[in-house]
Structures are given as structure tokens and as C-alpha cells.
């Protein structure tokens, strides 16, 4: 299968939003599956950090139990679509999204697996790639709550600091 790349260039996640609150537009990435029976594979995580002074993030990458209800398209430099010029397109490619008529909203289940990522936005990185191992975060379908994963700060967060991320995922 063919790795593709979702990638915002800059967001703005804020102090956080708790769990079961709807996130807040232009402040998360949630890739949701392009139907109901797709499954994808999270191979990598990165986030740069553009603060231009110390601003700890505690970013989580979970299920949400509300997907982006019709997302906004992206808009460049944003992107989504496959690493590899040669990749096979999808007739129905997973949807990258930052907003949406409704806002995705994580899930509270403690069955729902999450992955923290905390990082100093003020230069920082993080990048945690998961190729080919079985602790690939995945999603099942396009509905809530296996449907659709999301990359948010926690409450906690400092506030109004900027960040670029990409997420690279297989869909299988």
C-alpha cells in the first residue's frame, strides 16, 4: 500500500480543551477514514514548534467520539495526499481536516487508546515514527469513536503558540 502524508504548515492548539469538548477550528489535525470499512495505519508523528519563547504543549493523539461533521477542504500550504509520485491513488482517500461544520471531539473511553506528546513549542520537536511495528496507532472506518483519530493539546497547554505537524499513515 501507499504511505500518505497529511500535513498542516502552521495551527494554533491553545491552553487545551478536555476530553468530550468540542475542539476548537484551526487548532487540531483529525484524519478520518475515507468509508466505512477503511482501515489506517499511523506510521509517523511530527510536530515543530514555532513559539518564540518557552510554551510547554501536552498534545494527545486520540479517538474522537464526535468526527469533523462535513470537514472544510484544506487549503495550501495544508495538504493530504501521498508521499510518492508513483503511489496508487484511492478512490476514496482518508480525509485530512482542521475544521468542519461540526469540530471533531475526543473520545473519554479509557478502552481508547492515546499517545501524549509533550514538547516545548519554542523550537521543539517530536517525531516518533512507527513503520512497520505493531504499535501503529490505527483508525477502523469513518465514524466515531474508531473512525477518526485526532492531534490536539490537553488542558495544561500554554496558549496562543504555533506549531506545524504532519501525520504519515497507510491505509490498508
Do not use: W
Not at 492548539?13 to 468540542?22: H, K, M, R
Not at 500550504?77 to 482542521?98: E, H, M, Q, R, Y
Amino acid at each position: 500500500m501507499s504511505v500518505y502524508m497529511f500535513e498542516v504548515a502552521t495551527i494554533t492548539p491553545g491552553t487545551g480543551i478536555a476530553d468530550a469538548t468540542g475542539l476548537t477550528a484551526s487548532t487540531y489535525l483529525a484524519l478520518q477514514g475515507g468509508t466505512t470499512t477503511q482501515v489506517n495505519f499511523l506510521d509517523e508523528v511530527y510536530m515543530g514548534g514555532q513559539a518564540a519563547a518557552t510554551a510547554p504543549l501536552i498534545m494527545l493523539l486520540a479517538r474522537d467520539s464526535t468526527v469533523v461533521g462535513t470537514p472544510t477542504t484544506l487549503v495550501t500550504p495544508n495538504s493530504n495526499g501521498p508521499l510518492n509520485a508513483s503511489a496508487g491513488v484511492l478512490t476514496a482517500p482518508a480525509v485530512g481536516a482542521i475544521t468542519g461544520a461540526v469540530q471533531a471531539q475526543r473520545a473519554t473511553s479509557v478502552t481508547l487508546g492515546k499517545m501524549t506528546f509533550t514538547f516545548n513549542a519554542f523550537g521543539g520537536i517530536v517525531r516518533c515514527n512507527y513503520a512497520n511495528t505493531q504499535d501503529r496507532f490505527g483508525i477502523l472506518g469513518s465514524t466515531a469513536s474508531l473512525g477518526e483519530m485526532s492531534l490536539s493539546s490537553f488542558t495544561g497547554s500554554t496558549g496562543a503558540v504555533a506549531i506545524s505537524a504532519h501525520l504519515l499513515y497507510e491505509t490498508m
